[in-house]
Structures are given as structure tokens and as C-alpha cells.
């Protein structure tokens, strides 16, 4: 199997491109507008994990579509952002006095790497104009004198300097890009006017000076400086290996502290621009034909050409509407020669055709059995009578077309039984984990999902539970308030909880969103009556 080219990305899986895809649902769901606002207060702080009263706060403070929110909306739609990639969960301790506070407050949430990216990019999208962009020819000059003086001074005995050779290689190709960006916004913006069929002689104008005037002089200085730069960059090309190794060995960037070696994954670094030797090909590839493809110049070239057609096309066209050749006499006479020509039916087939003029229809639809209408009456005073569609459009009763076959929903049915299938397995070992740590939860550390599980009984519980005074004269310690019959169980999990109101008793349980501590409660779990008949139970406290 061929190694890929230096400097080239890896080809994303199937299952990584549809997760970095999936990180721009947000900006087509129909919250899109929520979404948004919600990303962009996440953009505007750095290495900052915010939580739901956080965010809240931030979007009531700027205003527009997320300043609405409540609690429970919010955090359903940062739930949403994480599933697609957009956002991060951190965990960390809470202290909270309810469990719904606790359910609010244990996840903070931060940016991550490709949503920060999408979010940059969607805002510059949103913020630019519908306009011409500038193409910054000035900095193709640039580019052409920051090559020949890179060519001389590596040519020199002893070379160039680390540090300057750095500074002028970064330098030249942000002026590259730069050009290179500006040039492509241009052009597409002048292929989506010149696709346009309806240009008055205003826009006509403006559109030819534009194409006439700033489109030569770019092309013509692209094609001047373009042999220029070519001659350069053979040039420097010989000695660019062990310029790339000098600069390297001089500042490796990132890719000197990457974690490397036995046992540790390596990251992979995108270095800066020009670092790299397939940079520099495509640098070359710009403005001469290295692969047989064509360079850019050609297709700038190339380009030109077909815009220059195109508004050539829209000058024939306005000319032919104003001298007023487009008034279809030619197709009236051919028309007229038709009907001359034809039988008489064909002649009526003909104008059926040609200006859609159908005869009267005279149709006899007997009105509902229960209306008796007299023959006298007139028909301009009679009832409405309902003509079906199909007689109304077609002047036919016959129905058209076959049925449809029923749609196959076998795969959306196995999906759907596959899921639930793994939500009742992962909440089956979630009960599992919950019995076999019992007694022992200040020594364990419980998953999400057995924490998630655990305070589903707690609540259901709690629900449950019927408030008891107690006083002195009852023998169970100091007056105050009990709980009776504060329990919940789950017959197909097989697990059970009760709780028990004892005073200064803390249960702390520990789990990977972080830690739970109750005041006053103890908790008892156990199996069910019907998965383990006088199974004793097990104390937490």
C-alpha cells in the first residue's frame, strides 16, 4: 500500500467524516437560531467550561433569539450541542439542595476544537456582504519579491539565517493565501452575476466596466508576474529540503512537544503554512503546469474567457429585445403555415397546443339524492353541485396512475428494537453495579448510569414517601418528622430502595459526575420479592 505524500491530512473513515459532519447540524435545525446564540457565548471566552446558569445569564445579557431560554429548554439544547460535537462535558463536584439542581449543575460544559472552528466560519459567512470582494493584486508583487530575494540569500555561501528564513517563508505565503482567497471570492462572485438572465442596461454597464476594466488589468497582471514566479521558485526549489530541515531544527512548533513513543498516542499537528514541502508544491502548481492538469493562471485565464462570453451573450440579448426581434414573428408565421397546412381536426389539436383554448364542456352530474330540484328552476338560483377533481381537471372520472406500495419500515423497526435493546441492557447493568456495591459506595465509584439509576429510585421514592411526626412518648430518638413508606422499586431491574429519615446520618456517594451527599437519609438496597424471596438487604449509610 503506497505511504500518502508528506504534509498530507489522513483520509477520514466513514465514521469520522459523519462525526465532523454531524457538528453543522446545528446550523440547519430549526432552533438554528438558539443554537447560534448559544455557540457564541461559548465562543467569546477561552479554555472557560460555563454552566446552565452561566450560559443563561450570558444570553439574557446580549439579547436575541437564546435570551428566552428557560433552565430546562437551555440545558436540553446544550445536551443536543455535545451529542453533535459542538460543545464538551466536564465534570466536577456540586453542591446543590435539590435533585433537580444537582441534575442542572453537575455538567459544565466547554467548546470544542471543530465547533470553535464551524462557529468562526458561520459567523464569517453571516457577516460578509453580497458584494464584490477586492482582489489584493498588490500582494502578488509582494509574493514575487519576497521569492527572488529567499532564492538569493539561500544561494549565498553559508545560506540564510534560521530566524529570517523563517520569518520571510511565513511571511510570503500569508500574502499567498491571502491573494489566492481574494481571487476565488472575485470570480465567484462574478460567475453568480453573470448566471443572471435579467440585467437591465444599468446593471449592464456597471457589469462591463467591471469586466473590461478591473478584470483585464488583474489578468494581465497575474499573467505578467506569473513566468516571474515560476523562474524563482526553480530557483529555490534545489535548495529547499534542507532549508525546510534548517527551520525545523531551528523552531519544530508543535511538532517538537507532540507526544510521542512506546505506549503514547501521537497527535497530530497541522503545521503553519510553508512548513512543508507539499505547501510549497502547491505553491508551484499555482503558477505553472507541474502535473498535467493546468495551473491556476490557466484556469484564471480560462476564466476570463467565459465570463467575457458571458456577458458577451447578454449584450446580444438586449440588443435583439430592443430592436425588437424577440416579437416571435417568425414563430407566428410558422404557426400560421401549420394551420394552413393541417385537417381540419389537426387544426383544432393545433390550438389546443399552442394557446391552450378548449371547447365547452357540457357535463351531467346528478345532484345529492335528497335535494328535489324542479325543472323550472334556474340554474343561475340552483345549488352548487360538487364536481370531483379529477373530472374537473382531466374531464375524465377514470383515476390515473396505480397505488403505491406499501413502504418498508422492517429496517426502521430493527434499529428501533436494537436501541431499546441496548438501553434495557445498559440499565439492567447499571442495577447490577448498584447491588454489587452496596455497603461499600465510600470505597467504589459509580458510572453515570448506575448515579442516573440510582436517583430515578431516589426520587420516585421520595415521591412516595408520607411524612410521620414523631415524638418522645413513640421510643425513636428526638421529636421531629419520619418517613413511612418511602421506597421504590423496579420489577424488571429487580431492585428495590428504601429510605429512612435518621437524624446526622450522611450518606456521600462518589460517581464520574462527580459526588452526591445526603443529610439525614439512609438509604437501603435490594432485590425485589420476586427476584430473590427473603434476600436480605444491605444498608447504606
Request: glycine share 8%; net charge negative; aromatic share 6%.
Amino acid at each position: 500500500m503506497e505511504a500518502p505524500a508528506p504534509g498530507t491530512p489522513p483520509e477520514p473513515g466513514d465514521h469520522e467524516a459523519r462525526r465532523r459532519l454531524d457538528a453543522y447540524a446545528y446550523l440547519s435545525a430549526p432552533e438554528r437560531l438558539e443554537h447560534i446564540a448559544i455557540m457564541r457565548v461559548f465562543c467569546g471566552t477561552l479554555l472557560a467550561d460555563l454552566t446552565v446558569p452561566d450560559v443563561m445569564a450570558k444570553l439574557r445579557e446580549s439579547g436575541g433569539p437564546g435570551a428566552g431560554l428557560d433552565a430546562d429548554t437551555l440545558t436540553a439544547r446544550l445536551e443536543q450541542l455535545e451529542r453533535w460535537g459542538n460543545l464538551l462535558r466536564s465534570s466536577h463536584t456540586v453542591k446543590a439542595s435539590s435533585i433537580t439542581e444537582y441534575q442542572r449543575s453537575r455538567a459544565r460544559y466547554q467548546l470544542s476544537r471543530l465547533g470553535e472552528r464551524i462557529q468562526r466560519d458561520a459567523d464569517g459567512v453571516l457577516a460578509e456582504a453580497d458584494a464584490a470582494r477586492e482582489v489584493s493584486n498588490e500582494l502578488l508583487a509582494l509574493v514575487e519579491r519576497g521569492l527572488r530575494e529567499l532564492a538569493e540569500l539561500v544561494s549565498e555561501p553559508g545560506g540564510i539565517a534560521p530566524q529570517d528564513g523563517l520569518e520571510r517563508v511565513s511571511t510570503l505565503f500569508v500574502q499567498f493565501a491571502e491573494f489566492a482567497d481574494s481571487i476565488r471570492d472575485f470570480y465567484a462572485y462574478l460567475g453568480q452575476v453573470l448566471a443572471r438572465y435579467d440585467l437591465d442596461s444599468a446593471e449592464y454597464q456597471g457589469f462591463k466596466e467591471l469586466l473590461l476594466d478591473y478584470v483585464e488589468a488583474i489578468t494581465e497582471d497575474v499573467a505578467f508576474r506569473a513566468p516571474r514566479i515560476s523562474a524563482a521558485l526553480d530557483t529555490l526549489w534545489p535548495h529547499l529540503p534542507d532549508l525546510l530541515d534548517r527551520l525545523d531544527a531551528h523552531a519544530q512548533g508543535l511538532a517538537g512537544i507532540s507526544p510521542q513513543g512506546e505506549g503514547r498516542s501521537e497527535t497530530r499537528v497541522q503545521r503553519s503554512r510553508g512548513r512543508e514541502l507539499a505547501d510549497w508544491d502547491g505553491l508551484r502548481g499555482w503558477f505553472s503546469n507541474t502535473d498535467g492538469q493546468g495551473s491556476q493562471v490557466d484556469q484564471l485565464r480560462d476564466a476570463t474567457l467565459r465570463a467575457l462570453q458571458s456577458l458577451l451573450a447578454n449584450a446580444k440579448r438586449m440588443l435583439r429585445s430592443a430592436t425588437g426581434e424577440m416579437s416571435r414573428r417568425r414563430d407566428l408565421l410558422r404557426l400560421a403555415r401549420w394551420f394552413d397546412e393541417a385537417a381540419p381536426q389537426d387544426a383544432h389539436d393545433i390550438a389546443v397546443a399552442a394557446f391552450g383554448l378548449y371547447g365547452a364542456r357540457h357535463l351531467g352530474i346528478p345532484p345529492a339524492g335528497d335535494e328535489v330540484v324542479p325543472a323550472y328552476t334556474s340554474w343561475w338560483n340552483g345549488p352548487v353541485v360538487e364536481v370531483p377533481v379529477a373530472l374537473r381537471e382531466r374531464g375524465s372520472r377514470a383515476q390515473r396512475g396505480r397505488a403505491s406500495s406499501v413502504e418498508d419500515h422492517s429496517a426502521q423497526k430493527h434499529r428501533l428494537r436494537e436501541a431499546a435493546r441496548e438501553r434495557a441492557a445498559a440499565r439492567k447493568a447499571a442495577a447490577d453495579e448498584l447491588r454489587s456495591a452496596s455497603g461499600r459506595f465510600d470505597d467504589v465509584r459509580l458510572t453515570s448510569a448506575a448515579l442516573g439509576l440510582l436517583l430515578e429510585l431516589l426520587a420516585t421514592a421520595l415521591g412516595n414517601a408520607q411524612l410521620k411526626r414523631r415524638t418522645s412518648a413513640d421510643g425513636e430518638g428526638t421529636p421531629g418528622f419520619g418517613l413511612d413508606a418511602a421506597r421504590s422499586e423496579d420489577a424488571d431491574l429487580g431492585i428495590r430502595l428504601t429510605v429512612h429519615r435518621a437524624a446526622g446520618i450522611r450518606t456521600l456517594l462518589h460517581s464520574a459526575d462527580g459526588d452526591l451527599l445526603l443529610d439525614d437519609l439512609e438509604l437501603v438496597i435490594g432485590r425485589t420479592s420476586t427476584m430473590a424471596d427473603g434476600e436480605a438487604e444491605v444498608s447504606v449509610s
